[in-house]
């Protein structure tokens, strides 16, 4: 059974930091593409930033362009967002997905449960 379990979330003051991670099992992730998407209540879900296969290529939304960082684990299973500079607009519930190729394209196959990050002001 495929699994993708967050977790990281929580309470924060603004300006402050988190590191979300997402653990992928039941298949081998090591060759998918991964990333970290959330939703706002109210809202609907965003794409925050992609990874690769290999982790050499990412990219991001602009809105957290420079205070977010996406990586994944050497084992390659697991990916990291690690948010700096937290704003209270961050506030989400925070979700990891895995696409089965090697780069995203926008198709993405397996989703976690989500994980609540809440920035105070």
């Known amino acids: 059974q495929v699994q993708l379990v967050e977790s990281g979330g929580g309470l924060v003051q603004a300006g402050g930091s988190l590191r979300l991670s997402c653990a992928a099992s039941?298949?081998?992730?090591?060759?998918?593409?991964m990333g970290w998407f959330r939703q706002a209540p109210g809202k609907e879900r965003e794409f925050v930033a992609g990874?690769?296969?290999?982790?050499?290529?990412?990219s991001y939304a602009e809105s957290v362009k420079g205070r977010f960082t996406i990586s994944r684990g050497n084992a390659k299973n697991i990916v990291y967002l690690l948010m700096n500079n937290l704003k209270p607009e961050d506030t989400a519930v925070y979700y990891c997905?895995?696409?089965?190729?090697?780069?995203?394209?926008?198709?993405?196959?397996?989703w976690g449960q989500g994980t609540q990050v809440t920035v105070s002001s």
């Open positions: 039941g298949r081998t992730f090591s060759n998918y593409a």
């Open positions: 990874i690769n296969w290999s982790g050499g290529s990412t």
């Open positions: 997905a895995a696409e089965r190729s090697s780069i995203w394209h926008g198709k993405w196959d397996y």
